[in-house]
């Protein structure tokens, strides 16, 4: 069975700090890779799609690489309002990630 | 602007069905992928399954695949997840959400519909 791995679980940072969060996928699932933001009491927010396109709207500080099962998402400089829980998902058979969860330091 | 509006919150006994509805506005309904997720309290997103409108026919996970049932209606623009023989790990909260077409991550989602299971 396909699994997702993503790691940290949990991430401490600070305002400004250049944070990378990493999903490992069991099997290569090419680029078909999603990222998405979720804050307690919210939908989720799809971030980036296809490994490495930002969705419209959403900033710059954002990016997204990877190929085959390793991928990762990287925040360039943390802003108050970054600080959620991070989610990949792969969307050959849409199976998410276990999430990790932004805190401030 | 797209937007999916979902039914309100339920509150079901063990064994029994809950069927939640989720009304796309603002844009093309039939050619775009509505898929079903859940979240339940303090853990991760479980994607259920999903349907292309026009296609008719949906695609489940493993997991729930005996016991879901997702519709949806061209005439109103709205999909249906029906969940039957409830069990207390079925309370969660349900999300629709909207491929945005090609690879088909989700960029529209719903605003959830929270499920209780409880005698």
């Known amino acids: 069975d396909m699994q997702m791995t993503q790691s940290p679980s949990t991430l401490s940072a600070s305002v400004g700090d250049r944070v990378t969060i990493t999903c490992r996928a069991s099997q290569s699932i090419s680029n078909w890779l999603a990222w998405y933001q979720q804050k307690p009491g919210k939908a989720p927010k799809l971030l980036i799609y296809d490994a490495s396109s930002l969705e419209s709207g959403v900033p710059s500080r954002f990016s997204g690489s990877g190929s085959g099962t390793e991928f990762t998402l990287t925040i360039s400089s943390l802003q108050p309002d970054d600080f959620a829980t991070y989610y990949c998902q792969q969307y050959t058979s849409y199976l998410f990630g276990q999430g990790t969860k932004l805190e401030i330091k | 602007q797209v937007q999916l509006v979902q039914s309100g919150a339920e509150v079901k006994k063990p064994g029994s069905s809950v069927k939640v509805s989720c009304k796309t506005s603002?844009?093309?309904?039939?050619?775009?992928?509505i898929n079903w997720v859940r979240q339940a309290p303090g853990q991760g997103l479980e994607w259920m399954g999903r349907?292309?409108?026009?296609?008719?026919?949906?695609n489940y996970a493993q997991k729930v695949q005996d016991r879901v049932t997702i519709t949806a209606d061209e005439s109103t623009t709205t999909a249906y997840m029906e969940l039957n023989s409830l069990r207390s790990e079925d309370t969660a909260v349900y999300y629709c959400?909207?491929?945005?077409?090609?690879?088909?991550?989700?960029?529209?989602w719903g605003q959830g519909t929270m499920v209780i299971v409880s005698s």
């Open positions: 959400a909207r491929g945005r077409g090609g690879g088909d991550a989700f960029n529209v």
């Open positions: 603002g844009g093309t309904f039939s050619s775009y992928a």
């Open positions: 349907i292309i409108p026009v296609l008719v026919t949906a």
